[in-house]
């Protein structure tokens, strides 16, 4: 079979003028960035149609190092949706260079169901990252020169919250000494840095819901704190508005397509496992203002990606899924139910039965949100029609519809199934309202207890003396009502990243608790979960080149 960058480049891709006129958006209106690329003004968001259309939610089961297909299937089944003559959007948050050049690989999907084109989309795309990495670190620049200028005033800070941000997997700037070389090059600091889908300005830009809201979440960060105890916010550097310039077209979602040519907007791109991993609010409204189904996902496993997507992004905007779909693959399955991975393309029925709790658990988690829950299974070449057939009768048995779908090797084609059993579930069984884990008004320690035991069934939870510190300082702040956003291993309902299928009887430990007051939420560090990765032993970048002017190796 080609490679998803072959099949990428096989594609005939509509202008996107073409794409928006076939949406419902006037073409004259978008903004290019060439001939497939586009950006839509905010004010063809119509709330009323927001209301009406139809969300669905792509989660996942524990992810594995085997691959989910989470994006392609959610994908895959826009285009189902389509070639059964719904009128379907798909709405996917933006790659990260760190993953494409490191260890993951693309993110725009994979086979016949990808969004293009994928070389622009997987790395400088429009900018946006680029733009948030600016916007991030120009804050830092002007926090340092503001306490360079006032060192002798005593008007600096005591303590400083806000670090650097790079959009490139790099352990060695995880920790740094900034304002080395005498007085002349600034005051000798501590500092470090985050990859960029973990910056508080990303939180900022998917959470946002127009650009004076933006402006006000921006505003709010937290810096760091004076020698009177007092915070100290990008407010008080009156920089706020320079902030929100570097943003103000960055906001605007991006219009591309699928290889089936319909339309998919692709905006913003924080992980779910450092940060709240959903696209963005105006990407989703967007979608929802010209689809009649509009599917998005959740980043990494349920546990992660969907239970902030709920309890951070539906409770903050009012958006509610009619249903909720978790993937899942007999590969993922196998390794959950203690099959090595040297042997999980070999059928073992024994294994993907013991796997099955994992699926079970995640299921349970959706329903306890008030979804209406359908699983689908995403089939490998590999895979026996045995092992689908054992999936297929334990989903049954539980009351929970079940579809196979081929999507990466059939696009369209191979999601017409599920793309039916998703229109039947909507129109005879949809979602029941949102219930959240917790209550606003629960203090932290609550809210992360109820998400550790109901979730991720989790034992005990420790704190340590930096996280008890921080907690003190979040309810002095009077920021105990925010949601809350766990960052820890994806591989695992614990801690643990080795322990595959549903842990029990776990202890996590709370290493860090960082203060996201413009985002509004509280980031909460679990075990040694990196807000910087590293790069692998062989990372993606050696597959990657351009060959007769073409990129080769994205994946």
């Known amino acids: 079979m080609k490679s998803d960058i072959e099949i990428a480049r096989s594609v005939s891709l509509s202008k996107i003028n073409e794409v928006a006129d076939k949406t419902g958006i006037p073409h004259e209106e978008v903004l290019n960035y060439g001939h497939h690329i586009a950006k839509v003004p905010l004010r063809f968001i119509n709330e009323e149609k927001v209301r009406k259309s139809n969300l669905i939610l792509v989660t996942a089961i524990t992810p594995t190092k085997a691959g989910i297909g989470k994006t392609t299937v959610s994908i895959g089944l826009a285009l189902g949706l389509n070639r059964i003559k719904k009128n379907a959007i798909v709405a996917l948050r933006e790659p990260s260079l760190g993953p494409c050049f490191g260890m993951k690989g693309g993110a725009a999907g994979g086979g016949y169901a990808q969004v293009?084109?994928?070389?622009?989309?997987n790395l400088h795309f429009t900018g946006d990252f680029h733009a948030i990495t600016s916007a991030h670190n120009?804050?830092?620049a002007l926090l340092d020169n503001y306490i360079y200028q006032n060192r002798k005033t005593g008007s600096g800070l005591k303590e400083i919250k806000w670090k650097r941000v790079l959009d490139v997997n790099d352990r060695s700037l995880r920790n740094v000494i900034t304002g080395l070389g005498g007085s002349a090059n600034g005051i000798p600091t501590e500092s470090g840095f985050d990859i960029t889908p973990a910056s508080e300005i990303?939180?900022?830009?998917?959470?946002?819901t127009d650009l004076d809201d933006l402006r006000r979440r921006v505003g709010n960060i937290l810096l760091g704190y004076t020698f009177e105890n007092k915070p100290f916010t990008v407010n008080d550097l009156g920089i706020s508005g320079a902030i929100t310039a570097l943003l103000k077209d960055a906001l605007l979602p991006n219009l591309v397509q699928t290889t089936e040519n319909t339309a998919a907007f692709v905006h913003g791109g924080p992980f779910a496992n450092i940060a709240h991993g959903c696209n963005s609010v105006l990407a989703t409204k967007m979608a929802l203002s010209y689809g009649d189904y509009v599917i998005t996902e959740a980043g990494f496993g349920a546990d992660l990606g969907a239970?902030?997507?709920f309890n951070i992004k539906c409770r903050k905007t009012g958006l509610a899924p009619k249903l909720t779909v978790i993937v899942a693959t007999a590969q993922s399955l196998k390794m959950h139910g203690g099959v090595p991975e040297d042997k999980i393309k070999e059928q073992n029925i024994e294994g993907l039965k013991n796997g099955l709790a994992n699926l079970d658990k995640h299921i349970e988690n959706m329903k306890s949100f008030g979804q209406e829950v359908i699983v689908t299974f995403n089939r490998f070449a590999t895979d026996t029609d045995e092992e689908i057939a054992l999936v297929d009768e334990h989903c049954r048995k539980l009351?929970?519809?079940f579809a196979m779908n081929t999507v990466f090797a059939e696009g369209g084609k191979g999601g017409e199934e599920l793309a039916r059993l998703v229109v039947d579930t909507i129109e005879k069984r949809p979602s029941k309202p949102l219930q959240f884990t917790y209550e606003d008004s629960d203090s932290i320690?609550?809210?992360?207890?109820?998400?550790t035991e109901k979730i991720y069934g989790a034992a005990s939870i420790v704190y340590s003396s930096p996280a008890e510190k921080k907690i003190k300082q979040v309810e002095e702040l009077g920021f105990s009502h925010f949601p809350i956003c766990i960052a820890k291993t994806q591989y695992s309902f614990s801690a643990d990243a080795k322990a595959y299928g549903v842990a029990k009887d776990f202890e996590l430990v709370v290493r860090d608790i960082v203060i996201n007051s413009g985002s509004e939420m509280i980031v909460i560090i679990m075990g040694e979960i990196m807000r910087m990765p590293g790069l692998p032993k062989i990372p993606q970048a050696q597959k990657i080149d351009v060959v007769d002017g073409l990129i080769e190796g994205l994946s």
Do not use: D, Q
């Not at 293009?116 to 989309?121: A, D, K, L, Q, R």
């Not at 990303?202 to 946002?208: N, P």
């Open 307 to 309: 239970e902030k997507f």
């Open 399 to 401: 009351g929970v519809g």
């Open 116 to 121: 293009v084109p994928m070389e622009n989309i």
């Open 202 to 208: 990303m939180a900022i830009f998917c959470l946002s």
């Open 138 to 140: 120009m804050i830092t």
């Open 445 to 451: 320690r609550t809210k992360v207890k109820k998400v």
